[in-house]
């Protein structure tokens, strides 16, 4: 069983409500390392050495090299970090998917928790589940396109740059993301969810973040953001800057005072909770 009196010392309500609902293993045994580059499991020097030049063969990629115009290509989509580092994972078969983790060693079934009649690889999880049939009908940018539960992702993905548009191929990479993390939820919150409007959301996603992020001519929006500098008093005199924050959980409220003198040196910090049910705005 969990225990619970030191997650609640240790994480906010909500995160504590949240790790106290996920199921714990029932027997009793040792969490163990593994080294996915062994089979068995162990570090060796041996892959460690071979994982090092691969990097460095992958960092130092010619232009010439397909592999490397592949992953410069994708790199350099206009999308969320989040969802490009998960894709890469998934490119070489690192995501937690059932099949990956009884390779690893885990006592589980490779068998997809969701429709129960295929093994879990990534290709079953991102795109080819009976669960996402509503989802590959309705995305008319992938329709047409043939796959396998024992495709390569990484292959499915070239194939889908190949015959798209950049937007098109990154509005299906947040279409992936999306998928990934719905099927957490449903099987981790044990609660179904409605995948019918994905492609619509992940259109609706990716428009948000570039409004969000970048102008037009590709000037980022934080450049023109006005930082707010602190002003040092004059000569002579001291400046006292105060701040506080609220706690709605809690019904509490954090004040912070600070007295600095022209220098900027600080002569003198307080910080204070109390019991309030105002704001934090009438204290800032």
Known sequence: MWNSELIGQSFNQDDASLILSLPLWSFNSTDRLFWHYEKLGGYSVRSGYRLGCSLLQEAGSSGSNSSGLWWKFFWLLKIHVKVKHLLWRACH?????????????INISYLC?????????????????????????????????????????????????????????????IVFWRVWCCRNESVHQVFSLHYDDIVQWASSFISDYRQANFIGGGCNRVDRVRLDRWIPPSSGLFKINTDAAIDGHNGKVGIGIIIRDAAGEVLASSALPISAGFSAHPNS
């Open 113 to 173: 928790p969701l429709c129960f009649t295929g093994i879990e690889s990534t290709m079953h999880a991102l795109w080819g589940c009976p669960s996402l049939k509503k989802i590959r009908s309705s995305c008319c940018l992938l329709s047409g396109m043939r796959f396998t539960d024992n495709l390569p992702f990484l292959d499915f993905l070239v194939e889908c740059k190949d015959r798209l548009s950049v937007t098109e191929f990154e509005v299906s990479c």
């Open 93 to 105: 078969n690192w995501i937690p998917t059932n099949a990956n983790l009884a390779r690893r060693g």
